[in-house]
């Protein structure tokens, strides 16, 4: 038994100071994943506490059937999506601070500016791609751990990424944005 397994099962036994820890030992994984969903520190602090105050109502449905840290990714993007809901927030808008300072003239102004439209692109793809590509090249999950993750096949991980791939050739072929 790992140390995070008998924080936890103290934690789902109702002891405090086990959850405690068990926040201590996790909040920068859970913060790290928010940030990278959202693009903003504020953001992502917003969307973490949601998913601590989440997890101290979902720790019990926690059944030690894939690690830790997998179950922990769902319920921040589960946070993270509903957090963009209630806010009315698109991608591109949450990330628009960390597209200003990447400051620059002339080239990256350009590069900005496809950025900007890759990432209002982003919610327009089929449900789980955007999910999936965050946690294979953002997070650097393997597609197992990202399908343990997500809760589905590996091999819908890998379709997800060869359909993006393919929608993403097809834009740059065709000299646009559209995905």
């Not at 830790?68 to 949450?94: M, P, S």
């Not at 628009?96 to 102004?109: D, K, R, W």
């Amino acid at each position: 038994m790992t140390d995070d397994d008998a924080l936890i099962r103290a934690a789902q036994s109702g002891d405090a100071d086990a959850f405690e820890a068990l926040l201590e030992a996790h909040y920068d994984t859970l913060y790290r994943f928010a940030y990278k969903w959202s693009g903003n520190p504020a953001d992502a602090e917003d969307i973490t506490q949601q998913a601590c105050i989440k997890l101290a109502g979902a720790l019990s449905s926690y059944r030690f059937e894939s690690a830790f840290t997998t179950w922990l990714y769902r319920v921040v993007v589960n946070c993270a999506k509903d957090w963009a809901r209630a806010q009315g927030r698109h991608v591109g808008e949450a990330l628009e601070p960390a597209l200003e300072q990447s400051g620059g003239e002339s080239a990256n102004v350009e590069q900005r500016a496809f950025l900007r439209q890759l990432l209002e692109r982003l919610e327009e793809l089929p449900e789980g791609i955007r999910e999936t590509l965050l946690l294979v090249h953002a997070e650097g999950l393997t597609h197992g751990e990202a399908a343990a993750v997500l809760e589905v096949k590996e091999s819908t991980v890998s379709w997800r990424l060869h359909e993006f791939r393919k929608r993403y050739r097809l834009a740059l072929d065709g000299g646009g944005i559209e995905l």
